[in-house]
Structure formats: structure tokens, C-alpha cells
């Protein structure tokens, strides 16, 4: 098994660190399933606690420094760096009430990363309703001017905490392109605010087909913000666009390597929508795009 800093077998160091959704592996408890992502040759997760841990509470409450140290440990001892800390609510809910929860939740995640010694906490950009689900609205101006206003407070707890926050714009949300993505990112204004870059999510029935202009205008939008990379493959299916395992759909990846290669070195870079039965596939794959980058 190979991790960051270690050299592979052409005496080169190993410049890309490919990890996975702890809630993607094997069934068990956190503890158990460390050594699983070890055993299976990642260097990194993506961490939504409430995917993940049942045998805790998730709680905002039960965030202390004493559970993020304990669970340090865990990562720490299984040589396992913690990429994202998931938060994925929405800050466009139009319920007031439940909008400020949200917005606590995602200061309790901020404090708690800030001393678990993770990468960013990470979210999306939600939608105008309190079912978050895409309507046209969401593409709207006042739709985007909601988020930007409700995301204010929060990148102010990130940077009180010193921790990168990163937003992951997806098609059917409110930031649903790259430019969408750079007028956040101008009207907040803070060096705490990031990109959470994943192709396979700014695809859409629309626009799939011109899927290499749409990923090359991405990266030359984003490429200053880009904090972490997400990994997927997609097919079309029944008029659907289903996201899938990477090597398993239709995605070349080979220009996305190529600019993480020159461009971002030893970024982490987290598979999404493995099984257990093809992680390891999905991990082979990329590195050997990445190789040949």
C-alpha cells in the first residue's frame, strides 16, 4: 500500500492522494471501518459523520474537542487523512427557523474541524425550497443573491476558526456552474471560501454531450479555488443521467488528470458512488489515468 510521500515503484514520489466516502465502505463502526480504507490502498476520506457513525451521537452538542481528538486518533493511527468533513444541508431553506439550524450545524462542523485536523468542511448550494429538490427557480437570481446572504455568516465562523470552507457546485442547485461558482466566491470575498470540484456534477441531459468544454471551462473558471477534487463516472440511462463508479460509465478523465497532475499536487481526490465490491477497481483506474496524465 502506498500513501503520500511514499515513493512507487519508479522511485517517484506519489503526487495525487485518492481517497473514498468512509459511508462507501464496508458496513461497521468507525473503527472498524478504518482499516478497511487502509487495507484497500486509500489515503484519504470524505467524513459526513451522520452517514457514518451510528454508534455516537452526531449531534451539535456532542461535537467536543474530546471526540474530535478521539476520533484524530482513530484517523491518525489507520494513517488516514480526513480530506472533507461533510456538511451537506441546505442554506437556501426558505423556513427561518430551520435555516438558523442549519446554519448552527454548520458552525458546529467548522469548530469540530478545526480541531480534528481536517482538510475543509464541504456542502452544496441547495435549492429555494425546504424539500431540496431542484426547481427552476433555483437557477434564478434571487435564488443565488439567498445563498450568497445566508453563506455570509458562515464563511465568517470559518475564518474565526482558520478552517477552509468549500462549496461544490452541482447542476440541479443553486450554484450549478463554474460561473455561478466565481460570483460567490467575488461577492464573499475570503480566502476560508474554496471549491470543492467534482466534473461528473456540472453534467446534465443538457449539456453532456459538450462535456470537455464544459470541464475545460470549469477548471480555467476555478482553478485558483480549487481545494479538493471529487470522482465519478456517469451513463445515460431511461433519459436519465446516473452517476456511477469511476471506469464504469462513459467519462474520460484523462484531461482532468493531466490538470491535477500539473497543477495540483498531492490534492486529495475522493471517489464517490463506489460499492464495496468495485472501490478498489475505481481507485485502480484513476491512478493509472493519473499515470499516464
Known amino acids: 500500500m502506498q500513501f503520500c510521500g511514499e515513493m512507487n515503484k519508479e522511485g517517484m514520489c506519489d503526487m495525487v492522494q485518492i481517497g473514498i466516502r468512509l459511508h462507501d465502505v464496508e458496513k461497521g463502526t468507525i473503527e472498524e471501518r478504518l482499516p478497511i480504507v487502509?487495507?484497500?490502498g486509500f489515503s484519504c476520506v470524505h467524513l459526513a459523520l451522520s452517514k457514518t457513525v451510528q454508534e455516537y451521537s452526531v449531534k451539535n452538542a456532542a461535537l467536543t474537542p474530546g471526540y474530535a481528538m478521539y476520533l484524530?486518533?482513530?484517523?491518525?493511527?489507520?494513517?488516514?487523512n480526513i480530506a472533507v468533513l461533510g456538511c451537506y444541508l441546505n442554506l437556501a431553506n426558505p423556513n427561518q427557523k430551520k435555516l438558523a439550524e442549519i446554519q448552527q450545524t454548520y458552525y458546529a462542523h467548522i469548530r469540530f474541524a478545526s480541531q480534528l485536523g481536517c482538510g475543509v468542511v464541504g456542502t452544496e448550494t441547495g435549492a429555494p425550497n425546504e424539500a431540496y429538490v431542484y426547481e427552476p427557480a433555483s437557477h434564478g437570481e434571487e435564488a443565488l443573491q439567498t445563498f450568497i446572504e445566508n453563506l455570509r455568516p458562515v464563511i465568517a465562523c470559518a475564518e474565526k476558526f482558520g478552517v477552509v470552507f468549500a462549496i461544490e457546485p452541482v447542476w440541479n442547485h443553486i450554484v450549478y456552474n463554474s460561473k455561478r461558482a466565481l460570483e460567490v466566491?467575488?461577492?464573499i470575498d475570503s480566502p476560508n471560501l474554496?471549491?470543492?470540484f467534482d466534473p461528473v456534477n456540472l453534467l446534465s441531459l443538457e449539456n453532456y454531450e459538450n462535456r470537455e468544454a464544459v470541464i475545460d471551462r470549469a477548471i480555467e473558471d476555478l482553478d485558483a479555488y480549487i481545494a479538493v477534487v471529487h470522482i465519478k463516472d456517469f451513463c445515460i440511462e431511461q433519459g436519465k443521467l446516473i452517476s456511477v463508479a469511476a471506469g464504469t460509465g462513459v467519462m474520460d478523465y484523462s484531461q482532468i488528470m493531466k490538470f491535477i497532475k500539473q497543477e495540483k499536487p498531492f490534492v486529495q481526490v475522493t471517489l464517490e458512488d463506489t460499492v464495496p465490491e468495485n472501490a478498489e477497481m475505481a481507485r485502480e483506474f484513476i491512478q493509472r489515468v493519473y499515470d499516464k496524465a
Not at 484524530?72 to 488516514?80: A, D, G
Request: no cysteine; aromatic share 6%; proline share 0%.
Open 194 to 196: 474554496q471549491i470543492i
Open 72 to 80: 484524530r486518533k482513530l484517523f491518525v493511527k489507520s494513517n488516514i
Open 185 to 187: 466566491l467575488k461577492a
Open 38 to 40: 487502509q487495507r484497500k
